[in-house]
Each structure stands twice: as C-alpha cells, then as structure tokens.
C-alpha cells in the first residue's frame, strides 16, 4: 500500500489507460484524510477535468446542495471517483479504465479507512456495491463490507436530468443521515 504522497505521485503520472492521453487533469479526490464518509462516483466531467477537481460541475453543485440538506459539507467528507481521469465526452468509464483506476481508489479506501461510503450512481455501485447493482430497484439500500457500511443514490446528474427521482432520493439522503449519526463520533460535531 503506498502512502497519500506516494499514491498522489502515482496517479498524477499514471499512463495505465487510453484516458491519461486525453486528460487535463487528473482528478484525484479531495477531503479530510480521515474522513468517515466517502462519496464516490463514477469518473470526472468536462469542469472536473478542467479543474482538477472532483463534483464542480451542475452535478457538483448540486450534490454540495444534496449534502446541506443533511448537515454535511465538502469538508467533512472525502469525495473520489472510480476513475480519475475524464472518460471522453463524458462517457460511462470502460471496465478497462475502471480496472485500470480501481487499485487507486481501494488505496484511498484504505488509507482513510472510512464507515460509510456512498456510491454515486450505478457504475460505481456496480463496481463496488455488487456487479449486477440495479440502481432503480436498490438505491438507499445498505450492504456492509469489510465493516463499512455501503449504500448508493442515484448520481447528481441523472437527477438533474430526471427531478422525478428527488424525492426518493431524499429518502435515501435521510437514511444516509441516520446512518451517520449511528455510525460516526466526528462528522458532525467537527
């Protein structure tokens, strides 16, 4: 396992698929080292890529608004994606790409060791979660692996496209609260 400068070093370098050749940025995720939740997504957007950032985007923006209604902030959580560099057009990452990326991703899990992730969308639940996930059907639903326990939403920009899903996704913002506060000593007494 390497260390966060080691693992930063890595994937500011990493060539390991087609997508560091049509990057701006990689983007590595951003939070507390020790955070007790992480939201993890699929791969970054245009404004991602731009930025270097993770959820800046419309998507981003309104994912910050999704996490107000239940206390919690950017600085309270470590936000990541499958794949750190930009799928062209923003296309769904590739098994490769998510192969490629995966062991970064489970470094970071590792390194912050958190109790709670949340997937965004149904790429990264698939990749974590289970390999079959159907987001419709078991989204707000909570597995426990490893002993974090895990759940998935629909992602930020399918409910910009889709308002219809809000407000079961609500629901799932609720629980995700509730699982916190059973969970986690610090996220919200930071």
């Known amino acids: 396992m390497l260390n966060w400068e080691q ?4 994937c500011m370098h990493c060539q390991r698929c087609p997508l560091a050749q ?3 940025n990689v983007v ?5 080292r020790d955070a007790e939740v992480m939201f993890i997504g699929e791969g970054p957007g245009e404004q991602e890529d731009l930025s270097g950032r ?6 981003g923006q309104f994912l910050d608004q999704m996490m107000e209604m239940i206390d919690l902030s950017r600085e309270r959580v470590f936000i990541g994606n499958m794949v750190k560099c930009r799928p062209p057009g923003n296309r769904d990452p590739l098994n490769t790409e998510q192969e490629a ?4 991703l489970r470094n970071q899990v590792a390194l912050i060791r958190p109790k709670i992730i949340v997937c965004l969308g149904r790429i990264a639940a698939g990749r974590l979660i289970h390999s079959d996930y159907k987001i419709t059907k078991e989204h707000g639903q ?3 692996k490893a002993g974090v326990m895990m759940t998935a939403i629909y992602h930020p920009a399918a409910l910009l496209r889709d308002p219809g899903k809000r407000p079961e996704t609500f629901a799932d913002l609720k629980s995700i609260q509730a699982m916190i506060r059973a969970r986690c000593e610090r ?3 930071l």
């Open 7 to 10: 693992l930063y070093d890595a």
């Open 22 to 24: 049509t990057r701006t």
């Open 28 to 32: 590595f995720g951003e939070g507390p």
């Open 54 to 59: 993770p959820f800046v985007g419309r998507g």
């Open 101 to 104: 990326c995966i062991g970064y």
């Open 142 to 144: 909570w597995v426990e």
């Open 187 to 189: 996220t919200y007494s």
